[in-house]
């Protein structure tokens, strides 16, 4: 690790001076100028992070150049928040990109398939949307050819095998011809192609009379009818494609397979749940205004029908999902009630994914439960359905690259056609497959106790390169191995230096951009081979010369026993050397529930970071947990809290206060926990179900009861209500309120339309129903659920401080209550 700092440090440019030396020379200086640790404020550390810690870059990608690599950087917080970088490909000084430049860029380079548009079949031609318009953009000669320039907006353009590019212009796909001549392809209309029949026996008695009696309605009907023919031979002579009408359902995707004979189309119903009503109390009217927000868990979900139009045969037919093996298979909680199947599960496809000779597609078909997954071979002429690979889980399908939050999966097709690959849990870890599609085969292209992330093809489609945990669950690397069969076994790790290492990978394979953080360092841009042992180039230096003047701690990660025999990992803050311990500890829970934490690298609670920091100066311990529920640590640690949320969760917090106990002899009643959002939710629950462990604590932005918190989150842990209701009462601190004897701060935010305010103001009810006195709530009047002011946060860290002091602090030495 010293190697790699050193080196990076030592070969920052010349050039970077007025942004990074005088900097350095500051932090080099630093412990010589005063041996004196400096103090932390919440004033100091909830200020902008820009202006404090320095506005750290994001975001790094390359073009199909491959001459510069791209990222977002706003150093010193002066320039516009969105401001563009570049450095070269061989390492250098960045330089901002003028804005006029940056409209007229290359597409981004995204691997083998364009996330952005699509490339030809021969790789020469990059077909990409940008402003809403279309682009071609030829890495032959490095030219941007524009392809429209409309008021509408196209999207989602692709080429055909025959070199044409396809796309998408409000619900209709259009064709550019080589020579530039534009032709529709599928025309989508609303509502159907015959009339609706008479509501009722009356209606068409009344219709029927007027025709009776009237020659010019007669007339006019005779005429409709004539025009409709004619309007039908205008069509065929024309070439124009046949309607398709979706009924009383909403167009979701809409697109052509690369030979052009099949559109392929996905109807979703348009009904849509009751949406929740929140308050905007300050506006710059003056005026409260009303905000219509998410619906609540539970709403009427059906699945989405796929249909395939066969232009060559002039035909449109519905796809059978129901066909796939155990598709309406009834989840186990549903057995235990005697409910053997399920005939009205949805189903929801993704896709077509076709091959690049157009030859075959893959379907990737999931159940709104998420139970089910199946990779399936689609038949386009037949309608027929294949299933190549089905996953089931109990409790909820998820993972990197698997999305379970109802968008579309990391999956595409191998460079040779042959193979698609997908990410699958089968083995309790995301690993990488592929199957092929003819045989059924399916191969694992990694494995092992660790998960894969962020997949991506060499542009050649010779080489994977993705991020890994392999070695250590705390920290992620970059790897590459080659796209056979067999690459696992030669799989090699690119980066070295503990932390964690995102990637973008250059056109040519050959090199990468890098964004590198450690625990105690927020990101930074780097250069590097992509070669095992190659040395990383830095290229950015964001942090400010105050802030490094404090030494920040590198949180060991340290394993808590669980008492199922787990151990569960933890990111701990101690006092320092000459920092006397003070008795009190403080436990952290990180929000999100599906998420990481205890690692080593920068974390996404920056400012909670700092707060530890503090609270460590001040004497305490504090424990930050990856409790079961969180990310990093395969199917088994995820899905722990399947219909019991606070089950085994808030079990490795009373399992951490004991540890707490056994190796620093601190007593429960001055153990405090406090976290925001699921972590202000475990708060609640471990105030109310399991006070002996804790002395108080504050929840942030909570939810307080399941039943009112969104569809796609809540569904996939709890069922619904009205499926699940034993779930949601387990679950749900309002249910437990009565359980509260120590001290409890409430935090939340107004505009907040995530844990909405209803949340909070019905436990302050029940809480006041059940005479509990020892609570309170402090609202912020402007914020959402992560909150934005710097004021905002300092209240809020203060009020946790001041709880902290006097539920854990040195004045509970004596045992009273505070």
């Known amino acids: 690790m010293s190697r790699l700092l050193t080196a990076s440090t030592s070969r920052l440019r010349p050039a970077l001076a007025p942004l990074t030396v005088i900097g350095l020379v500051a932090l080099w200086l630093a412990p010589a100028a005063s041996a004196q640790v400096p103090t932390l404020t919440v004033e100091q550390i909830t200020q902008r992070p820009e202006t404090w810690i320095g506005a750290w870059p994001s975001a790094p990608f390359w073009t199909d ?61 990059h077909v990409f949307e940008r402003g809403g318009d279309l682009f071609v953009y030829h890495l032959d000669d490095d030219r941007l050819e524009r392809l429209t320039q409309t008021t509408a907006r196209e999207s989602s353009p692709a080429f055909l095998a025959d070199g044409s590019v396809v796309y998408r212009q409000g619900d209709d796909l259009y064709r550019i011809a080589e020579g530039g001549a534009v032709r529709q392809v ?23 009379q007027q025709r009776r009696l009237f020659d010019v309605i007669r007339e006019r009907v005779r005429l409709d009818s004539l025009g409709e023919a004619e309007g039908e031979r205008d069509r065929e002579a024309l070439g124009l494609p046949t309607p398709i009408y979706t009924g009383d359902r909403a167009l979701w995707t809409l697109a052509l397979d690369p030979t052009g004979r099949f559109v392929t189309y996905t109807l979703a119903s348009k009904d849509r749940p009751d949406p929740t009503l929140m308050v905007d109390y300050v506006t710059e009217t003056g005026v409260a205004a009303e905000i219509k927000a998410r619906p609540k868990v539970g709403a ?30 009834a989840a186990d909680y549903a057995r235990e009630r005697g409910e053997t199947a399920d005939s009205s599960r949805g189903l929801v496809p993704w896709g077509p994914y076709w091959s690049p000779d157009g030859r075959t597609a893959i379907v990737d078909v999931r159940t709104v439960d998420n139970k089910d997954r199946w990779i399936a071979r689609l038949n386009a002429e037949t309608g027929a359905l294949t299933s190549l690979d089905r996953q089931r889980d109990e409790a909820w399908i998820a993972g990197p690259g698997i999305n379970w939050g109802g968008g579309p999966s990391a999956v595409g097709w191998t460079a040779d056609g042959r193979r698609f690959w997908f990410q699958s849990e089968r083995t309790g870890w995301s690993h990488l497959y592929a199957v092929d599609p003819v045989t059924g085969a399916v191969d694992a292209l990694t494995e092992g106790a660790f998960e894969v992330e962020s997949p991506t093809l060499s542009r050649d489609g010779q080489t994977w390169f993705f991020q890994s945990s392999e070695g250590d669950l705390g920290q992620r690397h970059v790897y590459r191995m080659p796209a056979g069969r067999d690459g696992f076994a030669q799989r090699e790790r690119l980066t070295d230096g503990v932390g964690r290492w995102d990637f973008a990978l250059a056109p040519s394979g050959n090199r990468l951009a890098l964004l590198y953080s450690q625990a105690a360092a927020p990101p930074e841009v780097y250069l590097q081979d992509a070669a095992p042992g190659a040395e990383p180039e830095r290229v950015t230096e964001s942090t400010t010369a105050a802030w490094r003047a404090y030494p920040w701690r590198d949180a060991e990660i340290v394993e808590v026993p669980a008492s199922d025999g787990a151990l569960v990992p933890a990111r701990i803050y101690r006092p320092r050397e000459g920092v006397t311990p003070n008795g ?11 998420l990481q934490n205890a690692h080593r690298w920068w974390s996404s609670y ?6 530890h920091n503090l609270l460590a ?20 640690w995820r899905t722990a809290v399947y219909r019991h949320m606070g089950g085994r969760d808030l079990q490795d917090y009373v399992d951490a206060s004991d540890y707490l106990g056994r190796e620093f002899g601190i007593d429960p009643e001055r153990v405090t926990i ?33 039943a009112h918190y969104n569809d796609t989150y ?45 949340d909070i103001f019905r436990l302050s009810q029940r809480l006041i129903e059940l005479g509990k006195r020892d609570w309170e709530l402090a609202v912020a009047p402007v914020e959402p659920h992560a909150y934005a002011e710097p004021t905002s946060w300092a209240d809020k860290l203060a009020r946790v401080l001041d709880l902290v002091e006097h539920t854990a602090g040195p004045e509970r030495a004596d045992g009273s209550e505070g």
Do not use: C, K
Not at 186 to 208: I, K, M, N, W
């Open 65 to 125: 150049a491959g001459d510069y690599a791209y990222f977002e950087w706003n150093p010193r917080g002066e320039m516009p928040a969105d401001s563009l970088f570049r450095v070269p490909a061989a390492g250098g000084v960045p330089e901002r990109v003028p804005a006029a430049e940056r409209r007229a860029l290359p597409p981004r380079f995204d691997g083998w398939h364009a996330e952005a548009g699509a490339y030809s079949a021969d790789r020469r031609r």
């Open 186 to 208: 599928a025309d989508v209309r609303e509502g159907r192609e015959t009339p609706e029949p008479e509501s009722s026996e009356q209606a068409a008695y009344l219709r029927d």
């Open 300 to 329: 009427v979900r059906g699945g989405v029908a796929l249909f395939v139009q066969d232009t060559d045969r002039d035909t449109t037919y519905q796809i059978d999902l129901a066909t796939l093996p155990g598709a309406y298979d």
């Open 584 to 594: 009190g500890a403080v436990l952290f829970v990180h929000g999100a529930g599906y």
């Open 606 to 611: 920056a400012r909670e970071y700092q707060f």
């Open 617 to 636: 100066d001040l004497g305490y311990v504090v424990l930050d947990l990856d409790y079961r529920a969180s990310a990093g640590y395969g199917r088994d």
């Open 674 to 706: 406090y976290g925001g959002s699921y972590g202000g939710f475990l708060t609640l629950m471990a105030l109310f179900t399991e006070p002996d462990h804790f002395a108080g604590g504050a929840a942030l932005r909570s939810v307080t009861d399941w």
């Open 714 to 758: 809540t569904r996939n842990i709890l069922n619904t209500p009205l499926q699940d209701p034993d779930a949601y009462r387990r679950s749900s601190p309002i249910e437990f309120a009565d359980g509260l004897d120590d001290p409890l701060l409430m935090t939340h935010g107004l505009v907040d339309d995530n844990v909405q305010p209803q």
